[in-house]
Every structure is written in structure tokens, then in C-alpha cells.
């Protein structure tokens, strides 16, 4: 039985941490890295809920600095620098929302905005994409028969904070609403400094707003039983995606996926299978997670996903799958950019700039770029589509049956599992695994049974299909108390028994 949930789950190695004060040390040794199945988490945040609910409601300021400073311990425990580098850039976008809320001429106003968006995409480009970018020009250089003047960067040694995309946009949202004025600028600061630091979504999301979040911390809590009941849920079959599921499924991708000349044409075909299953898991168990937790705080975070493989179109797709972040690129950069108001071309530009945006908002390598120019022309196909069937009635009606919805979402499914070949740093790799997929070769079978890998798969077909149909939003709130607590206890209990002794790091937390 593995013992991932009850023990330290895999934590990264870590030969970056370092601190000249013994107590952040002492932190990290406590809690070695930000992974919420982790009997290091459970225990943090078991005294975080017991202090938090332990003060009187009417210091409700006292809960907010509480969990403002649960935050930063939970992310200094990781890496105590970059824990203040966050909170010091939280506290100038703190100052620059303030003083574009007093500012009352528009070069002023657009100056400060300019210089906190400024600030956050600095920070992040410097962690995030120096080392690529410079490769790059080192490379570029070199062909043109120049000396760069300096060496290239190990992109393995290059130390990435965990979350620092979700964060940055978080950031850069707030300072534009502020600017639009949709929002007015927070006040108080321990607020503040919570909208940005609050641990549940501080690494991986969901990306939260500003609006939507520093409301909620001016509501008194309330202990509400029924809230718990749904936050334990939430957490307890976010800990059985990941665990049963996602860490399952990696056993069957990951070594193909790193070394895809050594394995089949069929092998290959079903660990593309197994990790489109892995990745929907992995991050939709950590949402549930964050959510969960949230919940539990009297906090509500955003949905992220709802069933996205059963999208009949990429475009339905991207309303399902990462919610937070595809409304914000729609909202922020797709119709700043012109949206669908211009001609056919600039919306169709519009798209792939978009997406190609959130190509590169996932990493600094030539596979996450190509994952968005995919998704970009996908939304662009599916577009024209659209528009082609408008005057066809026949070709629609056909494709509103029961028989075309399936091969719609059967289509869907395919064309975003071989996108997420891309999705990854190496981009040879993902080449070489496009080269076994189309033609046919020899090579060695999947390390595990295909037997399990079909029955993951539909086993999380028919849970969708029956929240899908409604089914069990009938059936649930009829299920007595007792066999909730029993069906909730078997997930964890097949969680412990089917996670491998030595999980994987949350795909989402390097972005």
C-alpha cells in the first residue's frame, strides 16, 4: 500500500534551497515542498483551521493577518527568498492601486499602470524566460558565424518559483481593473497581501480576481457544517485524482514519453491516451484540492474545470478546461487585442495571438509555444466550421444527433490528446513521440497491463457521464449521511492502496 497521502509525496529535489537563518531551515525541514497530499500539509494546515476558527468573529482582521501569515510561512517553507520577493512585489502593487486610486490625470494613471504591469512581467520573465531567450540569441549568433560574448544557460539549474504565472496575472489583473476602474483600489493591506499570498491557490491557481476575492474577506465567517462537509469532499476526490489516477497514469506515459524510440507505435498511441487522462487529473485534483481547502476557510474560489473531454468543440473545450485562465485570456488579452470585432482575418489573428500568449504563459520552451499556435488554429478550423455549416441545415441537424454529438467529442478529444504531446519542455522529444504515433514501428509494450490503463479511463468517462446527464445531482442529495461517509472513505482508502509508493510533483506547479 502506498503511503504518499501519510508521508512526504515525492517532494522535488531541492539543492536550490538555501537560507542564512536557521528558522527558515527548521521550516523547510517541516515542510519541504508546497504538495497538498502530504501528511507535512495536512498537519500545516490542521493547525491553521483549528487557530482560524479558534478566534472570535469579530476580529476578523486578526483571521485575515492569521492566514496572511500561514501564507507566507507555507511558501518561505519552499524557498524563504523568493517567499519576500512575492510579498515585496505584493506590497508595491499594494501602493500602486492606491496611488492610481488618487491619481486624477490620465498620463499619471496610465504611468503607475505601466510601471506595476511592468514590474510583475519583469519578475516573471527574468525566472521564467531569460535563460530560453538567451539561449536562443546565443544560438542564433553562433549560426551567423558571431561570438555571443557569453555562455549558454542550463535551463536545468535555473530556478523557477513555483505558481509565479498565477500570481503575476492575478497582479497584472488588478492593476488593470483598478486603472478601468471596475474595481476600486483595496485599502486595507493584510487584505491585499491575502488576495495575492492565500496558499490554497498561491502555486498552481485557480487564478482568482480581485473583485470576486477581497469581497469575500470582508465577510464575517461563519463555521458552517454543510460548507465543511462540501470542503472535505472537494478535497477528498481532488487526493483520489490525483493519487488513483494521475500519479497511475504517469506510470504508463512517463517512460515512453522520455524515451518514445524504444516502444511501440501502439504503446505510444496509448500513453498519449494515459497522459491526456494524467494531466486532466493532475490539475483538476489540485483545483479540487485548493477549493476544498478554501471552502473549509469560508473562502470560495473559482470552478476550473467542468468535464472538458466531453466538449463537442476545441472552442467548448477552452470554456471547461482551466476556466480561470482561459477568462482571462479572453478578458485581457483576446479582446484587447480587437476581439471578434473586426473582420474574419483580424478575429482569426486575434485567436492565435491569444493563444499562442497562453502557449508561452506555460513555459519557456518551443513545445509550450507550438501547444498554443495548435490551439490557436484549432479555435480558427472550428470557427470556419461554424461559419461553412450556417447555411448547410442538413450537416447540422446531422451533427446535433446523438450519433454526431459522440463523434464530435470523440474528434475533440483526439486532436487536444495529440496537442498535449507539445506540452512539454523537450521538444525532440515530442517530435520523436509525432513519429511513432504516424508511423508504424516495432518496439517494446507499455510497462504496466493495458487492462488498468482502460479501465482508468473508463471509469473517469462514465463519473463525467453521469454527472453529464444529471443523474447524479438527482441522486446525491437522496444518499443518507452514512453512505456518503463510506463512499468518501473508500475513494481515500483507494487512493492510499492504488498511488504509487513514490508520486509526481503536481504538473501545474512549475508554471
Known sequence: ??????????????????????????????????????????TFFALILVAYWSIPRRFQMTRVWLLVVASFHFYAAWSAELAFLVTGTTLADYLFGRLMGHATRSWFRKLLLYCSVGMNLGILCYFKYRGFFLNELYDGMRQLGMNPGFAKVSLENVFIPFGISFYTFEAISYAVDVYKRKIEPEKSLPRFLLFILFFPHLVAGPIVRAGDFLTQTRRPKRWNWVRAQVGVQLFLVGAFKKMAIADRMAMFCDPVFQSPDSYSSVAVWFAVLAYAVRIYCDFSGYSDMAVGAAHLLGYKLTNNFNMPYLAANV??????????????????????????????????????????????????????????????????????????????????????????????????????????????PELGKALAVFEKLFYVQRGLALPLSNRSLWATVIFLFLCQLLVRSGVWAKLYPRLPAPVLGVGYAACLCVALI???????????FQF
Open 1 to 42: 500500500m502506498s503511503l504518499s497521502l501519510l508521508a512526504s509525496a515525492a517532494p522535488p529535489a531541492d539543492p536550490t534551497f538555501h537560507s542564512g537563518f536557521a528558522y527558515f531551515r527548521w521550516l523547510h525541514e517541516l515542510l519541504p515542498a508546497p504538495f497538498f497530499h502530504t501528511q507535512a500539509f495536512l
Open 315 to 424: 472552442t467548448d473545450f477552452w470554456r471547461r478546461w482551466h476556466i480561470s485562465l482561459s477568462s482571462w485570456l479572453r478578458d485581457y488579452v483576446f479582446i484587447p487585442l480587437g476581439g471578434s470585432r473586426g473582420s474574419r482575418w483580424l478575429t482569426y489573428r486575434n485567436l492565435v495571438l491569444t493563444f499562442l500568449i497562453g502557449g508561452l504563459w506555460h513555459g519557456a520552451a518551443w513545445g509550450y509555444i507550438l501547444w498554443g499556435l495548435a490551439h490557436g488554429l484549432l479555435q480558427v478550423v472550428h470557427k470556419w466550421f461554424k461559419e461553412y455549416s450556417e447555411d448547410k441545415p442538413r450537416l447540422v441537424a446531422f451533427l446535433e444527433t446523438s450519433f454526431g454529438t459522440g463523434l464530435r467529442v470523440l474528434l475533440t478529444f483526439v486532436c487536444v490528446s495529440l496537442c498535449w504531446v507539445l506540452f512539454q
Open 498 to 508: 492504488l498511488a504509487p509508493d513514490s508520486g509526481t510533483t503536481f504538473i501545474y
